[in-house]
Every structure is written in C-alpha cells, then in structure tokens.
C-alpha cells in the first residue's frame, strides 16, 4: 500500500493529466487505487466524469469516516474509484488549522482506505499552504511534474529546501519532466543539466502531445482512446518506475 | 509444472461495496430483451468466450460451503456461488487439468489454504463443463459516465442454453441501480435468480449436492416399523452403490470409507432393529454384510497409516525419521495389492448377485416381515434407543483407572451402536434436540474412537516389529527397529493421556441435561 501525491506550488505543470492516467495504470496492471480529488477546480472528477453528491464539502470531507467514504465514487473502471472534491475544498486550510498540532490530519482521514485500496493517488491544488504539508506527511511519495525551464528547476529548488526547513523526509521528494518538448533548446539543456547531477529524477519523461491535451474532450484516460500513443506510454513507463518505489 | 501467480485481472478483485443482481432470461436471445428495456445509453464494453470447468469432490464439500472452484483457461479460481462472478481471492495461473488433485497439489497460497479446510483429504473431481458467453456493457448517465454493470452471460452444455443477466453497481451510484432493478423487475421475460450456479450445472448433467455420506432421511411420522427399515436400508444400498466407481478408479480413500460405514450400518440397523423384518433374511444378508465387510478392512488400514505418514514422522526426531521408510515403502505396495483385491470382490458375481437380491428384497418386504413389523417406527425408535442409552450409562458408570482396556472397546461399539440408531430415526424427532444429543455424544465417541485408533495402531507396529524385521535383510534394520520402538511410545503415550480424558468426556454424556433429553425423547 503506498499514497502517491501528485504536487507543485506551479499550476498547469500537468499533475491533474498524471494523476489521472497513472491511477488508471495502476488498476490496468491488476491493482485497486483510489484518486482523491483535493483541487476545488476538481479537474480529476472531470476526466472521470463524475459529479460529487449536492451535500458533500469540505465539513464531511473533514469529517472522515463513514462521511467520506459515502462520498467515493466508481470510474469506469473497475478497481479505480475516485473521491472528487468541491468548491469549499478551497478553505480546506481553515478546517485543517485547528485539527492536529504535527499536521498529520489528512494521514489519519486517510487511514481506513488504506486497506481498501492498493494504492491512493492525491492530485494537490498549486501552493504550499498548510495543506500541502498535510500531504507532505500524508503521502508515502510526493510527486512533482516538473516542465524543464530555469524558472520551474527554481521553484523546485525552493520545495527541496522546504523540506529542509520543516524536517520532512527528503526521500520523499520524486520528480519527473512534464510536458517535454524536445524541440525547444531550453529543454534539452535542462534535461542533460539535471541527467549530470541525476538527483531524485525518474528516467521517465512525459513529452508534450496533444493527446494529452484531448483528455478533456475525450474524458478518459488518454490510454482509452489512444492506447499506443506516445502519451499513453510515456505514462505507463513512469508508473513501471513508481510501482518499483513501493 | 508451471505455476505462477498473477493479480487478478481488471475485472478480477472484488470491490467492498457492490450490489448486484441476477436474471434468468425466458428467452434465450438476451440481447433482445436489453433492447426491449430501449436503454439507449448502453456501452458495450467486454466479451469473452470460454470453457468454464467447476471442480467439487464427490460428496460436495466446496458447494456445503457456498463455494465452487473454477478453471477456465489457465486461471484457476475459487467463487462464493452467491456473489456471481467474482473470484474469492486472487486467481492463479495453471496450465494442467485439475481433475484428481489434492489440496497439496496446488501452489501455496490463500487458495490452497481455503481448499486445505475444506476438502480435507478428498480429491477434486470435474463436475461439470459448459460453454459461456459473456458481455459486459455500461450503463451510461447523461454524461456518458458507467453508472451500473450489466453482464449478459448465454451458457450452454449439451445443446442446452440459459440465458442470464447480471446487474452490479457501480460504488457510489446505488440510486441508479436501484431504479434499473425497479425497472427490470416488472418485465415479463426477466426473473430474479437465486439459483443461477444450480440451473448453469443442470444444463451440464449435474446436480449439485446429490451425493451426501450422511443419511439424509425424511421419515414419515406415520411409518410403520418396517417401512422406515426398508427405506434407512434402500438409502444405505445407495450408498454403497454410488461409492463403487470412485473405489475402481481410486480417485482418493474416503470411496472405501464411505462404502464401509455403509456396511457398518446396514449391518447395524439389521442386529438393532429386531422383529421387523423376516429372521431368515435378517441371518442371511447380516452374514453376507459381514464378509463383505470384512473384505474391505485391510485397504482401509493401509489408508489410514498412509494418510497419518506425516503425523507418524512428526512424532520421532529428525534422526530416527529415515527409519520409517521402510515401513511406509512397504505399505505402499502392500496398498496396491489390497486394492486390486478389493477391485476383484467388486466385479465378482457374488458382490453383484448381493447387491441385486438385497435391492430386490427391500422393494419386495412390503408383504412379509417380523412380529413387529406393523408397530409404528417411532416406538420402535424409542424403545431401541432408550435401552441402548440405559446400557452405555451402566457400563460407563462402571469402568474407573484400573478397568481393563476391553471395557473401553466395548463401550465404543455400544456407542457406535446408539449412535446409528440415532441417525436412522433423527428424522422422526426435533431436529434442535437431535442435534443436542449427537453434541453431547461426540465428546464421548472421539475420545473413545481415539484410544481405540491408538492402540490398533500400536499393535500394527508391534506386529511389524516381531514378525517382518527379523525376516529382513534390510542394512538400516536397527533404525527401522528404533524407529518403531519410538513411535510405539509416542503412541502409547497418547493413549494414556486419551484415557485419562475418559472420565470428563463421559460425564457430559451423563450429565443431568443429557439424561433429561432422552427421557423427554425416548421414553
Ligand atoms: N503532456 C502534456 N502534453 C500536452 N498537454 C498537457 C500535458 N499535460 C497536461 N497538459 C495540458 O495542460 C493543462 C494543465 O494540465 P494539468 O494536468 O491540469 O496541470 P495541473 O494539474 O498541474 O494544473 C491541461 O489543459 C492539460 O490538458
Ligand atoms: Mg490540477
């Protein structure tokens, strides 16, 4: 059992298009996965096409349990369900603030579904707010997309020293490149600058493609309507590397 | 062999919260009556066609359980019949044929685990084979989302089909399938299905539990002494009977066990139960039982050793065990030659020529009979069980530390004895407090069969001890010897404790709870 958060303080880097398409991996390689929708855009929900039930928010969401559970719905796919989340998931903050001291709430709400599932997949909204360190310390992995530019490695660099900073395991820290363009200069360079000084960054790479870029009309995984492109593999071979992690 | 195990498929692990529902299709071109529902928003998703074989042994311990044991392809898979489709635990992957094996037979894991318990050591049989086709579809929403499964299965065997058709629900949209429920439930060509597991093995030929080494009786009230004997006999005919061919083909040990309790019985309900039938039959079929029976003792000995060979080395150090060898080599081969013999007395004539008069009398008894044979079967139940009951309290209460072991033996037969009675007539009296009588009984008839197995087994040992050693020339003889000498003691010490657990087994026999319920019962 491993909990895999799908985090960056940047949006549109493409955590919402891995999340989605590595949960479903997940359950086409034999296991059950959960994706917990904790963006209040609630892109995840979108691609599976499911609408969260009228009452559930933020208070049933903090409030665990049977009230959470109620609120988990089936994809398509069997064995892949997902908890999708609302509009007030926008203050999840507020609701956090007065829970727990060491900001490991989200990790006990999360508990009982650890034995449900195989694994359990978070797609974070962009910040680092309080409940990005609810995350940190929920998930087993945190996974950053990152899109090889100056400015994203920066960004990364700030989050590595975050984690620094707030004695968060390092080791949790696995990035990936997002959204590789081979043909732009910029990204070659930072691909061979890091590939030099290796780090914490998977082989795997996600290239651009507007395959990816359809799952919002087609509103499935990309590896259900085009199930040998470049995108569908590109993620299958980034979930062979996450599976190998735990 | 190659064995490996795989996760279950996609649609393979069972998700906790699942509703779901069966139908029986009136007609068997389901697909039409998918249409007639004019569910427009209907996504096909899966279709599969495969041969599906369902495993049990003989007597049907995994369907007693609500389970059936499936290979289809190479997977190979346990269901519970109630959920439908989905595996109990993850499948495994298995090229060979099933049929004959053990439990020890298959990899290790929760698999062989649930068929360790339950099929102890009975082997798996093909019970039945058919074909199935199965077509998964979606049920979409507005915005094209699964929100319930819908499986239409078409299975055939021997150019007879069903038709049936699966409604699950999908985790979080349980108002959706409620309302496809409501609507399937009001079509005329659609029924609710409880049974689908059972009409699926019709189709094949097979009804599931139809063989039972229990005696499963339904006595009617009013019988009269002689019709509840010929039907208790006719049942134990049949018994025998359908035991010969899996004798013959020694698929596992318990066809002979069963045959012979059935011996046993028949033999039983003939001594114990006077004055019903005609005395010259009664002396001629109780002697030709006894030879019959006889003829089967020495397989199911050597049956019984082997089955223990594991328990036996347990019992001795790593050091001594190698000197078993010899012994279970030589059992071994003895077996083969206990069952071709037993083979033989199956196909003589004589066997035959037993089997056909026996069923012939008890259709025939209707005109003769004994004294009694008019008397109500109740009575006669009554009067037979209560005295045997009165005679196994007297010798019970009469044997302490120092009695010699007979007594003990003797008590086990005269158990033995009430027991059967109890079983042929149960059906005559409330089942609740039959079921009470058989509890406190058991105690009692484990302990007592256990020191009687223990002291056989010990005299097995003895005999090979001082009658087959000296004669060989095996190098390892002195191991052998010592092997024995260990094990004897082993077993000797059992017995001890067994006996010293004598006293406490019979005193629930004879508690006051017990005495009242065969006093309110049987006098
Ligand atoms: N590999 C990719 N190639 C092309 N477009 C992508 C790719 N990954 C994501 N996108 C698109 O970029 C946008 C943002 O992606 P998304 O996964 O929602 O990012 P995030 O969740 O980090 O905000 C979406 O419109 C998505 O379709
Ligand atoms: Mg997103």
């Known amino acids: 059992m491993s909990i895999f958060a799908l985090y960056s303080m940047k949006g549109g880097v493409g955590k919402t298009a891995a999340a989605v398409n590595l949960a479903y991996e997940a359950v086409r390689s034999g296991a059950t996965a959960l994706l917990c929708d904790l963006d209040p855009q609630g892109a995840a929900a979108f691609y599976f096409r499911i609408r969260a039930k009228k009452k559930f928010g933020r208070k049933r969401f903090l409030k665990g349990g049977k009230h959470l559970e109620n609120n988990i719905r089936g994809t398509d796919f069997e064995g892949l369900d997902l908890l999708p989340s609302a509009m007030s998931f926008r203050n999840l903050d507020l609701g956090l603030d007065d829970r727990t001291k060491n900001k490991s709430y989200l990790k006990r709400l999360l508990t009982p579904m650890r034995k449900e599932y195989d694994y359990i997949f978070l797609d974070c909204p962009p910040n680092l707010t309080l409940l990005a360190e609810h995350v940190f310390r929920a998930a087993d992995y945190v996974i950053v997309p990152c899109i090889p530019t100056t400015l994203s490695m920066l960004t990364h660099q700030k989050l590595m020293d975050f984690f620094k900073k707030n004695g968060l395991k390092r080791k949790k820290l696995v990035s990936f490149f997002s959204m590789v363009e081979q043909r732009k200069t910029m990204h070659r360079e930072m691909i061979a600058q890091v590939g030099e000084r290796k780090g914490k960054f998977l082989s795997a790479q996600i290239p651009y493609t507007t395959d990816v870029e359809r799952m919002g009309w087609a509103r499935q995984p990309v590896a259900c309507f085009k199930p040998r492109s470049k995108g569908t593999l590109a993620y299958r071979e980034l979930w062979t590397e996450l599976q190998m992690l735990g | 062999m190659t064995v490996t195990k795989m996760r279950s498929s996609h649609i393979g692990v069972r998700p906790m919260i699942t509703r779901s529902e069966t139908y029986v299709l009136s007609e068997p071109h389901g697909r039409d009556v998918v249409e007639q529902l004019a569910l427009e928003r209907l996504l096909p998703v899966s279709e599969i066609v495969k041969t599906v074989r369902y495993f049990d042994t003989f007597d049907w311990r995994l369907y007693q359980k609500g389970l059936a044991l499936i290979q289809a392809g190479n997977a190979v898979y346990l269901q519970r019949i109630s959920d439908g489709e989905y595996p109990l635990q993850d499948q495994i992957e298995m090229k060979q044929h099933i049929e004959g094996r053990f439990w020890w037979m298959f990899p290790e ?62 985790r979080g949209y349980e108002r959706d399938f409620e309302n496809l429920r409501r609507r399937f439930r009001k079509l005329d060509v659609a029924h609710v299905a409880e049974d689908v597991f059972e009409r699926v093995m019709n189709l094949a030929g097979c009804v599931p539990g139809d063989y039972s080494s229990k005696l499963n009786l339904n006595l009617n009230h009013e019988a009269s002494g002689r019709e509840a004997t010929c039907e208790i006999l006719k049942c134990l005919h049949d018994v025998m009977r359908q035991n010969e061919t899996g004798i013959r083909a020694d698929w596992d040990t318990e066809f002979l066990h069963d045959f012979r309790v059935a011996i046993r019985r028949t033999r039983s309900a003939l001594t114990q139960i006077k004055g019903v039938l005609s005395e010259d039959a009664v002396a001629h079929f109780k002697d030709a039982f006894r030879q019959l029976g006889r003829s089967t003792n020495r397989l199911r000995d050597l049956d019984v050793y082997l089955l223990e060979e594991e328990a036996y080395r347990a019992m001795l150090p790593q050091s001594l065990q190698p000197g078993l060898d010899a012994v279970f080599s030589r059992l071994k081969s003895e077996r083969r030659r206990a069952l071709s013999d037993m083979v033989q007395v199956l196909d003589k004539p004589e066997y035959l020529n037993l089997m056909d008069s026996w069923a012939t009398f008890l259709r025939g008894e209707q005109s003769r009979g004994g004294k009694d044979s008019a008397v109500p079967a109740i009575a006669l139940a009554q009067k037979f069980i209560f005295k045997r009951f009165k005679q196994i309290l007297k010798k019970g209460q009469a044997i302490g530390d120092h009695t010699p072991d007979e007594a003990l033996h003797d008590l086990r037969i005269d158990c033995k004895k009430l027991r059967y009675l109890l079983e042929f007539f149960a059906s005559l009296f409330p089942k609740d407090k039959m079921g009470k009588l058989i509890g406190y009984m058991k105690k009692l008839q484990d302990n007592l069969g256990d020191f009687n197995d223990l002291s056989v087994q010990q005299q097995e040992l003895m005999a090979y001890l001082n009658e087959v050693l000296p004669r060989s020339r095996r190098a390892d003889r002195l191991l052998c010897a010592a092997a024995i000498g260990g094990l004897i003691a082993r077993l000797h010490d059992r017995q001890q404790a067994v006996r010293r657990e004598f006293a406490s087994a019979f005193a629930t026999f004879s508690g006051k709870k017990n005495v009242r319920l065969y006093r309110d019962l049987f006098r």
Do not use: I, M, P, Y
């Open chain 2, 109 to 170: 894991g929760e698999l062989r685990d649930t068929l360790r318990s339950a099929l102890s050591v009975r082997a798996l049989l093909l019970r039945a084979q058919v074909r199935q086709k199965v077509c998964g579809f979606g049920v979409l929403n507005a915005d094209e989302k699964t929100v319930v499964r819908l499986f239409l299965t078409h299975t055939s065997a021997e150019n007879r089909h069903v038709a049936t058709l699966a409604l699950r629900s999908v």
